[in-house]
């Protein structure tokens, strides 16, 4: 696992012990960042699930402002700090340990780019879409990435929230969903 482009290409990131974190390959992580390329430059970043990381330190490495990192499992929460040290991406980062709906619920701050990579056997990416749509916590003309499985569809949006388009990659899919910006706050 490596970060692909941007300031710190090619380095190798800690990857986590046993079964429990299914890093998205370096594959579909490649097609992702062409995909999202011209969504990244100077934003704010929310890789809800960070697992290892990956997703949005590599946002970081191609030049997104912040990212805010959040993992509910004490090893998956250290493994992120760890990936963020390696990059040295300290000063653009927060790792915190919660729950994904709980940090939802709570959230103060906006983002422009959203990474939703939960188990794909659960319903919370419902879950998580629902919520941010709630709380309004993407930022205008901001997008979401969801991770599943091919059998997920995703649910009807009220705007300002629409669904974009999705991706497969064998048994993965990519779906996006984007925030217009008629509503300002």
């Known amino acids: 696992m490596r970060i692909i482009s941007g300031t710190v290409r090619g ?5 986590p012990q046993g079964l429990d974190t299914r890093p998205t390959t370096d594959k579909v992580k490649e097609s992702l960042f062409n995909i999202i390329q011209f969504e990244l ?11 290892t990381g990956q997703l949005g330190l590599e946002a970081l490495s191609r030049g997104a402002e912040r990212c805010t990192f959040v993992d509910q499992r004490r090893e998956s929460a250290a493994l992120v700090r760890e990936n963020v040290k390696l990059c040295r991406f300290e000063d653009r980062s927060q790792v915190t340990q919660e729950e994904a ?23 919370l990416l419902n ?9 309004d916590i993407l930022r205008e003309y901001g997008i979401i990435v969801c991770e599943s499985g091919t059998d997920w569809t995703v649910p009807s949006l009220m ?17 996006l969903c984007r925030r217009a910006g008629s509503v300002s706050r």
């Open 11 to 15: 380095r190798k990131l800690k990857e």
């Open 127 to 135: 879950q998580c879409i629902e919520k941010i749509a709630r709380f």
């Open 101 to 123: 709906l709980a940090f939802l619920c709570s959230c103060k701050e906006r983002y422009d780019v959203i990474f939703l990579d939960p188990p794909y056997k659960t319903d």
């Open 159 to 175: 705007p300002p929230y629409e669904t974009g388009r999705e991706y497969r990659y064998g048994q993965i899919k990519l779906s």
């Open 41 to 51: 430059e100077g934003r704010r970043v929310l890789d809800l699930f960070a697992g």
